[in-house]
Antibody, heavy 118, light 107 residues
Framework: QVQLQESGPGLVKPSQTLSLTCTVS??????????WSWIRQPPGKVLEWIGN???????NYNPSLRSRLTISIDTSKNQFSLNLTSVTAADTAIYYC??????????WGKGATVTVSS | DIQVTQSPSSLSASVGDGVTISCRTG??????LHWYQQKPGEAPKLLID???NLQSGVPSRFSGRGSGTDFTLTITSLQPEDFAMYFC?????????FGQGTKLEIK
């Protein structure tokens, strides 16, 4: 049973970089059937797809975040990561990592709450 | 971006009732439409992929239909555990986009 777990700071100062890691257990991140995604949910707002990555490093990003976003993967650690630079209060959200199969997210992490505040 | 308009935004129903939630997309997306259920404090759970494919373990009272721009999620004979938020998502084009959500409440 594949499980995903987000980790990282819960509080980030404005203008700094938000960094989160998703650790995959119970399966290999090298499985070519899947992409690995980040999705966020601001308080009381709609889910927003951030981007995804394939095990060989191919990425797809939401154009609205592309200039600030990097998603990377470390197959040796079975982890993938999110870096979002120059954050503002608008980046406050619950951040989920997920496994994508044929486009949809079939396994999700529990979510990490990130607050942007000084 | 492909707009996804979900309706209604909220819905009240009783245990045993049937309900239907709709999603309409701004352009045709074939069957690249998926449905999720989210309960408070939990991550979304995939219910249906490809507009109509029920995920393993999801009760058969859930069903999805549609293709192109118009899609529906139907829940027959509501059970207490079905009262939750429901979201649709299109994955026809990047960026993937979600509907605004439907809050299904007990009447």
């Amino acid at each position: 049973q594949v499980q995903l777990q987000e980790s990282g700071p819960g509080l980030v100062k404005p203008s700094q970089t938000l960094s989160l890691t998703c650790t995959v257990s119970g399966g290999s991140i090298r499985n070519g059937d899947y992409y690995w995604s980040w999705i966020r949910q601001p308080p009381g707002k709609v889910l927003e797809w951030i981007g995804n990555i394939y095990f060989i490093g191919n990425t797809n990003y939401n154009p609205s975040l592309r200039s600030r976003l990097t998603i990377s993967i470390d197959t040796s650690k079975n982890q993938f990561s999110l870096n979002l630079t120059s954050v503002t209060a608008a980046d406050t959200a619950i951040y989920y990592c997920a496994r994508d199969f044929a486009g949809c997210s079939d396994v999700w992490g529990k979510g990490a709450t990130v607050t942007v505040s000084s | 971006d492909i707009q996804v308009t979900q309706s209604p935004s909220s819905l009240s129903a009783s245990v045993g009732d049937g309900v239907t939630i709709s999603c309409r997309t701004g352009q045709p997306i074939d069957s690249y439409l998926h449905w999720y259920q989210q309960k408070p404090g939990e991550a979304p759970k995939l219910l249906i992929d490809g507009a109509s494919n029920l995920q393993s373990g999801v009760p058969s009272r859930f069903s999805g239909r549609g293709s192109g721009t118009d899609f529906t999620l139907t829940i027959t004979s509501l059970q207490p555990e079905d009262f939750a938020m429901y979201f649709c998502q299109q994955t026809f084009d990047i960026p993937y986009t979600f509907g605004q959500g439907t809050k299904l409440e007990i009447k």
